[in-house]
């Protein structure tokens, strides 16, 4: 289904770029979502979330899905070493009033059982009170939850009205991440080889003889996902009752601490925002951090929006990028993804793309509709939903939206708006390659057909439609399908 645009008020991109956006404008290395992000985690792979997702039910509009996965990368031939953490806390914490502090907290931990055997663990659930007790980086079990559920990994859990799942699925995400780090490196030029251009030709992925040419890397890999579905209107009193609001989501994991309590080592509310814009050195610190602090300390790891003004006397402007882009002949199959936003988008802030990704959460409105791309308070994606292509939304807005120059020298003699020299501290080609990685607006996962149909990410395997929701995890070699 595609996605109408609307303009409205200048918010843009809550959970939109909220899904991978900047994957461009960054000199740390990406990882891809949020998989392996930091030296920690990478220690610690149960405590590593790999995405966060908060939607609502698409079968009961009264209910709203949490979902968290970690241990990346988990393979079908060893499923039984994809465990949770006996010893680790992990929790959704959600904000209703704006002050990125939450006022409700979801509370996860896990029991071995005498076998070593995956199934054997169970899960313990605690969800509410209004008031989690303890907020922050520092947290305690919550001792009088409004509902307690325990129950068996790997089996759906029916108890109190709450729906409850914790064991292997598919892993969702779907990028072409090793086109991505060839064309970071120069190896190659663009995610799909293009013949004939204004540049020339470009190198990239051919077209195969079935009419695909991306590779997703996370094809046949499982993820640990701990999946909850509550009840809009039972939460707490007035919890989520005031449903013009947008509430805001993140996952935490933390460690025992000192006097039954837990420290905060890992977060995650939009993908790909600690990997791809958080230099490797501070990346841990960005994870023991809070969504109240992000402002202040993360703010000025993201760049300037264009406007619908020249900004700084080079003539690049939003139109003038949609113009770029079209003489470059990229927004129509086979070479690109069609434009997402219209030639006159508006925004006169520099600071939209700040405002959006800061703090890093993700944003949930209960009354919208998922399926429209209205830009407004809850950006291009209200939430995050399995299937939702969040490579092709941020690689077509970045075109659109980075404040980037494409230098002259990328065409000698291109004079176009927005192909003037590249400001300073902007990106420089041709040694820095990244301008190239958002030419297209899509890494091609998936059919033509499909381009600019940014609810489906052309995953490997088939959703369920009812909860959990998320497609079952690959088997092990020999298992029966």
Sequence with gaps: MRRKVSAGPLFLFAALLGSAAWLTLTSSPARAADHRDAPTVDGAPEGDITDVFAFLDPNDRTRVVFAMGVNPFAVPASSTTYRFSTGFLYQFKIDSTGDYVEDYSIQVTFKDAASVAASAQTVHVRIGPSDPGSTGAINTLMTSPAIDVTGPVNTVINSNNVQVYAGLRDDPFTFDFAQFSRIQTGA?????????????????????????????????????????????????????????????????????????????????????????????????????????????????????????????????????????????????????????????????????????????????????????????????????????????????????????????????????????????????????????????????????SSLGTYSNNNNDATFSTTFPFFAPPHPRPGDSQ
């Design 188 to 448: 190659t030029q663009l995610f799909r080889g293009v013949a004939s251009s204004p540049l020339g030709p470009l190198t990239g992925r051919p077209v195969g003889a079935n009419g695909l040419s991306g590779i997703d890397t996370f094809s046949g890999f499982n993820a640990s996902y701990i999946i909850v579905s509550v009840p809009i209107g039972s939460l707490s009193p007035g919890f989520f009752q005031n449903r013009g609001n947008i509430y805001n989501i993140w996952g935490t994991v933390s460690a025992p601490y000192v006097d039954d309590s837990y420290v905060q080592f890992e977060r995650m509310g939009q993908p790909v925002f600690n990997t791809v814009f958080i230099p490797s050195a501070m990346k841990d610190a960005f994870n023991a951090g809070v969504p109240s602090d992000d402002k202040v300390r993360w703010s000025g790891f993201v760049p300037d929006a264009l406007t619908t003004s020249d900004n700084d006397g080079t003539g690049n402007t939003i139109a003038s990028r949609a113009g770029l882009l079209q003489a470059l002949g990229v927004t129509a199959a086979p070479n690109g993804a069609p434009l997402l936003l219209p030639a006159n988008f508006p925004n006169t802030s520099k600071d939209l793309l700040r405002t959006a990704l800061v703090p890093d959460v993700l944003r949930l409105a209960l009354d919208a509709d998922p399926n429209d791309l209205q830009i407004g308070q809850i950006g291009l994606t209200n939430g995050r939903r399995p299937s939702d292509d969040v490579i092709d939304i941020a690689l077509s807005v970045l075109r659109q939206l980075a404040d980037v120059n494409f230098p002259s020298g990328l065409v000698p003699g291109l004079t176009i708006p927005g192909s003037g020299t590249a400001r300073a501290g902007a990106l420089n080609f041709p040694s820095d390659y990244r301008v190239l990685v958002v030419l297209q607006g899509t890494d091609f996962i998936g059919p033509d």
